[in-house]
């Protein structure tokens, strides 16, 4: 990074005979900051600074000294601290460099590494700065070197723009072949300014409001820098009058008489030594990159009244730049395209300061980017590099793929509708990936560059100051070709797209004529298929929280209950919590578990099962079964009955016991109605116990239904029946089957139900571990567990009697009574 004029700190170390003021400083032990040092501008104080800080011109070795006295240094060579603030205070105001320097360290580049900075005495002009020069060379080379060979790129600000092209014209070009990747010009002064003359006649303080402009004119005068930055006959016209006064008007073949009328003619000689420097704009000989301002109000011409000159200062006639240099001298840079091999990039931004350019957004933009080469071409959405919003797109699909085929379509009830959802599902899936495939993969391109498409050639770069639109007259300059009415040129594709709709980053390509009928089918696919998706989610919503649904039976579930009662954050307290262990419980747990989803397949699927379809459920290696597998094995066994090898549908049994069920349901629910009379009652109990004995006796003659009578009471509690008398009795077996022994060596068992309502997950368990239920007492135990609720209800029921017939007698006890007094 090359500063421009007063973008470099200067130290200096005194030891004078002479000051303007007893104040100021004659010597001093040590280099103190000279530039810029606020401190050192107030009134009467910048006399001192002043008289520090000017140079002394030689006629005889045509160059300038320092006064005597006065040693100066530039620091910081090789460091960006020095550049990024031109005052070490590193107050905001003399921010030079930072904010550059900051972007781009976030972008990656290290101070001191891969960014360097290159200060130096901006009051001399390129013709004294030899040993600086030699210095910016060597950190050239030792750049490359550090950061494995890889080609430096000048960054220079204003005047340190043409001190560069001075140090590039002195090169072979094998060394900038070797050393320079690319020259990055901001805000170039390439023919001058008209700033500089009136710094030479009235003084300018560039902004500082504290310096009076005549004050520092003194000191201005002194630096062959601003002579070296007077308006060149390169760019200005012979006869432009850049300067009107009652003497004569000035113009840049008459700047003899101006050094002479302002009386200061060593000006006009370091003018004579310094106008050769770059006078001639001679190409670099590397990539230039020329980017400046345009469109803010700018010195144009000083005209000064009559008897003002040059002791005042003048009126000013503004024209266009960048503030500070005229845009004239700014596109002299344009005068190299066509002159070497190198590119030669320019662009111009309007309203950018000459200062504040250097925190320009867009500018630094083309600084971080390679404009070598354009947006690449690209063919389609397969070209790289893939946008993430199509990677998601195509994650996404394969995730719903997964979860709808694996999760949600399985769950369905029935097989007729599990097909139907199954095929629409996969036809919306199939169409949207082929539409989405072609969507993709068609270039839409216009016809008349696809003829000519090359996407390993680099595009040229458009031109606005040439051309107000990519495409005019239906000719694209980018693509340099006719193109039809209809066609627009795709900043993001870099080409111009037959019946351009839109740039889809979706599918990373261009909708246009081509593919656009394929768009359209890839979005109504994809719509179409969220809907049903969205559907049978809000099936499997509603199923979930309704008890004893299709979803439970085919999830291996029960009931509602079932599902809330064995979550991990609320486990279940079963009947078998007084009689197990917690090692006992989790593994009967574990087996009826199993057990339940075996049976849950038969139910949902209506599957005939035979011992063989399950020998290697929980084998799917082959392994040797173990003993819960043998256990599967034989209560499967039991449970179809598979002693000669028949086999039977179980869903057809729990039909007929769900049918049986209901039935008695609605028949006991048309007894509760509190309107019916006592004899009504008495009749419904009647049929009700009949109804009950002979479905007993259906199921099995063996059972003994006495103690079902509805003369007995039954207490809330299963397998407790008392005598009617007190309503505490003796505590004896409803169905004595319930408590039998099961097992061949005679020791107690009991029967444990998962859940009341679940007639699939009963097993039996003894302390010799688990034993089959017998496939003629599977259904009895279910039923025998529906009887004993049935019972329960009877015991309501005859209560409810005996209290209709209280009521009765109490109301027939009122007439009497009624009667008798009548």
């Avoid at 266009?320 to 005229?326: C, E, I, Q, Y």
């Avoid at 979706?506 to 719509?527: D, M, P, Q, T």
């Avoid at 090692?583 to 949902?604: F, G, P």
Wanted: charged residues 20%; contains cysteine; aromatic residues 10%.
């Amino acid at each position: 990074m090359i500063p421009g004029d007063g973008g470099s700190q200067i130290d200096a170390k005194l030891d004078k005979a002479e000051v303007p003021h007893y104040f100021c400083d004659k010597k001093t032990d040590e280099y103190f900051n000279l530039w810029l040092n606020l401190a050192l501008l107030v009134p009467f104080v910048i006399d001192c600074w002043i008289d520090n800080m000017k140079l002394v011109y030689d006629n005889t070795t045509r160059t300038t000294s320092n006064s005597i006295g006065v040693e100066t240094q530039v620091p910081g060579l090789g460091n960006t601290s020095t550049v990024e603030y031109v005052d070490p205070s590193r107050v905001p105001v003399s921010g030079y460099f930072n904010n550059l320097v900051a972007q781009l360290v976030k972008f990656g580049y290290e101070r001191g590494v891969t960014l360097r900075g290159a200060p130096y005495d901006f009051r001399k002009a390129p013709n004294e700065l030899s040993d600086y020069l030699d210095q910016v060379k060597a950190l050239v080379q030792d750049t490359y070197e550090k950061n494995n060979k890889t080609k430096a790129i000048l960054l220079c600000h204003s005047m340190g723009c043409p001190t560069m092209l001075y140090l590039l014209n002195s090169q072979t070009q094998r060394w900038k072949d070797k050393y320079v990747k690319s020259l990055v010009t901001l805000a170039g002064p390439w023919g001058g300014a008209v700033k500089s003359l009136k710094a030479f006649a009235s003084g300018d303080n560039f902004g500082v409001v504290v310096v009076p402009s005549l004050t520092i004119r003194e000191d201005e005068r002194t630096f062959p820098s601003l002579a070296y930055l007077l308006p060149s006959d390169k760019v200005w016209e012979a006869d432009e009058v850049l300067m009107e006064s009652t003497l004569r008007n000035y113009t840049v073949s008459n700047y003899r008489d101006f050094f002479e009328d302002i009386n200061y003619m060593t000006g006009y000689n370091m003018w004579l030594d310094v106008r050769n420097l770059t006078y001639n704009m001679t190409p670099p000989g590397v990539e230039v990159h020329c980017l400046h301002g345009h469109g803010l109000d700018t010195m144009h011409k000083l005209v000064y009244n009559k008897g003002k000159f040059p002791d005042s200062q003048p009126h000013v006639v503004y024209g266009d730049g960048d503030g500070t240099v005229n845009v004239k001298s700014l596109n002299a840079c344009l005068q190299w395209k066509g002159k070497q091999k190198q590119n030669v990039f320019h662009q111009s931004y309007v309203n950018s300061d000459h200062m504040l350019i250097m925190s320009d957004p867009r500018v630094l933009y083309i600084i971080t980017t390679d404009p070598n080469r354009q947006n690449p071409i690209r063919v389609n959405g397969w070209t790289y590099p893939f946008h993430w919003l199509q990677i998601i797109a195509w994650i996404f699909y394969l995730l719903m793929s997964l979860i709808c085929f694996t999760f949600i379509v399985p769950t369905l009830p029935n097989t007729t509708i599990r097909c139907v959802v199954l095929g629409i599902k996969v036809f919306l899936f199939i169409v949207h990936f082929i539409t989405h495939v072609f969507a993709v993969t068609i270039n839409p391109v216009d016809n008349n560059v696809a003829e000519k498409l090359d996407a390993s050639r680099d595009r040229p770069k458009f031109d606005r100051s040439k051309h107000s639109h990519v495409i005019e007259n239906q000719f694209c300059y980018i693509c340099e070709t006719t193109v039809g009415s209809k066609s627009k040129h795709c900043s993001l594709c870099n080409k111009c797209v037959s019946e351009f709709d839109h740039h889809c980053k979706w599918l990373n390509n261009c909708v246009g004529g081509k593919n656009y009928r394929w768009f359209i089918y890839c979005v109504v696919s994809a719509l179409l298929g969220s809907v049903v998706i969205f559907i049978n989610c809000l099936v499997l919503t509603i199923a979930y929280f309704s008890a004893d649904s299709w979803l439970y039976q085919c999830m291996g579930l029960s009931t509602y209950e079932f599902v809330v009662n064995h979550r991990k954050d609320k486990p279940k307290k079963s009947l078998m919590s007084g009689m197990l262990n917690d090692s006992e419980r989790n593994k009967l747990v574990n087996y009826l578990t199993r057990l339940q989803k075996l049976m849950a397949i038969v139910v949902c699927t209506k599957k005939r099962v035979k011992p063989s379809d399950i020998a290697d459920i929980n084998s799917p290696n082959h392994m040797k079964r173990s003993k819960d597998q043998q256990f599967i094995e034989s209560v499967v066994k039991d449970v179809t009955n598979g002693e000669n090898g028949e086999t039977f549908e179980i869903s057809d049994v729990m039909k007929s016991i769900e049918n049986s069920n209901n039935e008695m349901k609605a028949k006991n629910e048309t007894m509760f109605s509190p309107q019916k009379s006592g004899q009504q009652i008495e009749r419904q109990l009647n049929e009700l116990n009949k109804n009950n004995e002979k479905f007993v006796k259906k199921i099995n003659p063996e059972i003994d239904t006495t103690t079902a009578s509805p003369k007995a009471k039954t207490s809330p509690e299963a397998g407790v029946v008392s005598d009617g008398s007190d309503g505490v009795a003796k505590s004896e077996p409803i169905f004595k089957p319930l408590n039998e022994s099961l097992d061949d060596s005679g020791r107690t068992s009991r029967l444990s139900f998962v859940n009341k309502s679940d007639f699939i997950v009963p097993s039996v368990w003894s302390e010799s571990g688990f034993a089959s239920i017998p496939s003629n007492q599977l259904y009895i135990r279910y039923n025998t567990y529906k009887q004993n609720d049935n019972n329960v209800r009877l015991n309501r029921l005859h209560r409810k009697r005996q209290q209709i017939n209280h009521e009765m007698n109490a109301n027939n006890d009122n007439t009497n009574t009624i009667t008798t007094n009548a």
